[in-house]
Structures are given as C-alpha cells and as structure tokens.
C-alpha cells in the first residue's frame, strides 16, 4: 500500500512568485486535504477536495488555490506569495470526504520565501 | 481567535508511568476530535478518536476522554514508552461545517 508522497521536499522562492505544490493520495482514498503549518503552530486546514471538486475550506485568500485529478492525486496552487507563506505545507488523504475519520499525511513541502 | 488550544507546550515522564495530555476547545459546534502524533520530519500519524456522543475510547495503550461540559479532552497513554517521544497534536471538527482545527501541539518526552 502506497502512503501519501509529497513533491517537492523543499522549495525556495521570492516574493510575488507563483509556487505549485504536489500530491499523490494513499491508495484508495478519494478526499486530500491542505494544510499549512507554521513554526511552532499546529496545522492549519487551508481547503478540502472531493471528486475534483472543493468541499470545504478555511481561512485562507483566494490566491490559495487546488485541482484534484480523477486519479484523486492533487496539487496546490499559490500565487503572489508572501513572506508569511513560508511554512510546512501538509497534505493528507482519507478514504471518504469529511474529518470523522483518520487521515493520512505525506511528510510535507517545506516552502521558503526569500 | 485559536479555537483548540493546547496549554502545555512540553510534558516529560518516566518510562512506565502514566502520560496525560490536555485540550481545550471554545466552539461548542465541534462534535468529534481526533489525536495525531507527529515524529521530525514526519507528517502527522492518526493516534486515537472520539465522537461527541461519547465520553470515553480505548484503543491499547491510548484513551482519550471527552469532557463536553468543561469543553476540555484529554489523552492518557499508560504505560509510556520511549518510543511514544513525539509532538502531539489535538484537532476538532465540526462536521456538519467540514472544518478542522488543530491546537499547537505538546511536545511529549518519554525519559527511559
């Protein structure tokens, strides 16, 4: 069983920049979620994707953006960073949409802006 | 505003004894809670849930415990392993809004 896989581990970029972020789900799962995790802050849940569609999404601007593909795999989108965009960017897998049941998270994306 | 919060930043036990991890939470809406353990450099692995209908889960060595009035769960882990050394992480949903919130997470360090 193939776990959650995130790409890139590590990316650099300025501000202005537009920065693409990718993951492959867990097999068999159908919902991937975003997270951004800031030093010393617990995860915070950017949107949620379901059947390539949006269902759910938190305090986050509209230049945060996601696609989900029919395979279920999933890509964030964010444009015009920002000095406070760098963070540990989390994404996380579950079997079914909604947060009554345990997801699975690839290790992250750590994205620093210059 | 942060809605789940985690008062203790760090916890140290000896190996053998009981640890007891606390989470509070403001929004009443929230109706099931999750614990997730995370190692460095690792994301985040599922631990142990419970719903709001509930007060009390057991899995193994792990139960977390619901305290709808007081707002307020907790993890015990009994008996504690050097392994169990990690960062933990409390998180709520309310479900009907399909959201999550995470607390800052309290950093757990199991002396042998």
Known sequence: ETGVTQSPTHLIKTRGQQVT??????????????????????????????????????????????????????ELNVNALELDDSALYLCASSLDVG??????????TRLSIL | DQQVKQNSPSLSVQEGRISILNCDYTNSMFDYFLWYKKYPAEGPTFLISISSIKDKNEDGRFTVFLNKSAKHLSLHIVPSQPGDSAVYFCA??????NNLFFG??????VIP
């Open chain 1, 21 to 74: 972020l990718r993951c492959s789900s867990q097999s068999g799962h159908n919902t991937v979620s975003w997270y951004q995790q800031a030093l010393g802050q617990g995860p915070q849940f950017i949107f949620q994707y379901y059947r390539e569609e949006e269902n759910g999404r938190g305090n986050f601007p509209p230049r945060f953006s996601g696609l989900q593909f029919p395979n279920y795999s999933s």
């Open chain 2, 104 to 109: 800052t997470g309290t950093r757990l360090t």
């Open chain 2, 92 to 97: 709520a949903s309310d479900t009907g809004a």
């Open chain 1, 99 to 108: 947060f009554d049941q345990p997801q699975h998270f690839g290790d992250g």
